[in-house]
């Protein structure tokens, strides 16, 4: 059993985690969990484990799907709290994976995972993933650093 790279300290958590920017058409992949929030779907890296075999892991977890050469896209370096304080690496991969109405994963947290319009990319949590969709040049790794708080 592997464990996840996330290191609870004195003063919170440092968290390594990967997600996929998968878009078709005028639509992007989401994950929606319990609470409502949507984000995109990923997670944990895991101890011994690269940000690619961590997102190829969670895509087939969530999707059922196999990824065919995931690309790095961005690092987002987030800070927040959420119950207790996180520093999280944030890896997101392009990736692409057949089109469907509906994926059978098997995940077990609880998420949904569909197809939102990109018009509606703005419920994106954290919101700097909204950034993301601003991007023209996909050929370059793009750095962001989301603070809300530290």
Known sequence: MSEDLTVKMNAGKLNIRVGAWIVHGDNLLVSQFPDGTISLPGGRVQ??????????????????????????????????????????????????????????????????????????VNELKPDILVKLSEIVEIEELHHFTNIEAR
Request: no cysteine; glycine share 2%.
């Open 47 to 120: 101890l011994r484990e690269t940000s690619i075999e961590a997102i190829e892991r969670e895509i087939l977890e969530e999707t059922g799907m196999q990824l065919d050469t995931p690309k790095l896209f961005a690092v987002i370096e987030n800070f927040f709290l959420e119950k207790e304080y996180f520093h999280e690496f944030l890896f997101i991969y392009r990736v692409q994976i057949p089109i469907q109405p509906k994926y059978y994963g098997q995940d077990s947290s609880n998420q949904i995972i569909k197809w939102i319009p990109l018009t509606q």
